[in-house]
């Protein structure tokens, strides 16, 4: 029988042969960029022709714990294998409508190899953490492919009670004082590499230094928001015995359930107080590193709460 619409229990999305749990959302298609061919004494185009490769997409939310911390920040994780331009097959199966999911084959949309350009994690008062990532790809397909697990019905998901916060120097400890949100974000751009006499990018290749940050937003409680612009403007000078620690650098996570998400030496890049009639005043702050090879100064690290 003909499908006759899809709907959210009758798919299951896998990211590099992991199943995602708790999925809230997820999109996917292609980006086709063209160019008109115009001439002098016409009014409309001649042609609209292709100069650049059709780029895929495909963006996925869910909460966190929908994947482990293996899977995210481990050797062959999700986030280790962006830094280094790896890619990554992602399904998105399709079963029967109006029936819960079950393993066996499918008809998938498939994206062969999708680089990770960009991955959030986010905590707020009153809602359940989430994670988002972000997918391009060169290819988007549609048949039967391997058989995708069902989601697992028994994962606990963390809640606000579960967030805690470091923010390594008192000067800044204030911004999570009765925290608000965090947000832990990082980006990698991917550039395409493309040569004459081919109309499709031979290759795609990652674009650093990739950029990590992490945003704190907290009540702006009265007697808490002295801040000290000598603290952020002032750079200690690095000693003549080699020392690679500058003053405005800091070591900062946020841990949700059993991930931990933190920036080693990591800088300020902004601070700002808000206020308006009918809210609470916030202040907020962002941390960001900028990350390339083995020798960066900043970079960013996942794993399992200690």
């Known amino acids: 029988m003909a499908?006759?619409?899809?709907?959210?229990?009758?798919q299951a999305v896998s990211v590099n042969g992991n199943t995602l749990n708790g999925v809230q959302s997820v999109s996917y298609g292609l980006d086709l960029a063209r160019e008109d061919i115009n001439q002098f004494g016409q009014l409309g185009a001649l042609d609209r022709v292709i100069l650049e490769a059709p780029t895929s997409n495909m963006e996925v939310s869910y909460?966190?714990?929908?994947?482990?911390?293996?899977?995210l920040g481990g050797t062959n994780g999700l986030l280790s294998g962006a830094i280094t331009g790896q890619t990554f097959p992602l399904r998105v199966a399709l079963k029967t409508d109006e029936k819960d999911y079950a393993k066996g084959t499918a008809s998938d949309i498939l994206i062969q190899s999708g680089y990770l350009t960009s991955f959030s994690t986010e905590a707020s008062v009153g809602a359940i953490p989430t994670q988002t990532l972000s997918f391009e790809g060169l290819d988007l397909q549609y048949?039967?492919?391997?058989?995708?697990d069902a989601p697992s019905t028994s994962v606990n998901f963390p809640l606000q009670q579960d967030v805690v916060i470091d923010l390594s120097n008192s000067a800044f400890d204030l911004f999570k004082t009765h925290a608000q949100s965090a947000t832990f974000s990082f980006e990698l751009g991917v550039e395409p590499l493309n040569q004459l006499g081919n109309a499709l990018a031979y290759a795609r290749v990652p674009s650093y230094p990739a950029t990590a940050s992490l945003a704190v937003e907290g009540l702006a409680v009265s007697g808490k928001l002295a801040v000290e612009l000598s603290d952020i403007n002032s750079?200690?000078?690095?000693?003549?015995?080699g020392s690679d620690v500058g003053y405005d650098e800091y070591n900062v996570s946020v841990t949700i359930g059993g991930q931990k998400f933190a920036l080693v030496n990591a800088s300020v890049d902004s601070v700002s107080f808000d206020s308006s009639i009918g809210d609470n005043a916030t202040a907020n702050i962002t941390f960001g590193s900028?990350?390339?090879?083995?020798?960066?100064?900043s970079t960013m690290r996942v794993g399992a709460a200690s």
């Open 63 to 71: 909460y966190v714990s929908g994947l482990t911390v293996e899977q």
């Open 143 to 148: 048949k039967a492919t391997s058989e995708v």
């Open 290 to 297: 900028s990350i390339g090879g083995a020798s960066s100064r």
């Open 3 to 10: 499908r006759n619409r899809i709907i959210y229990q009758s």
């Open 235 to 241: 750079i200690q000078q690095r000693a003549s015995t």
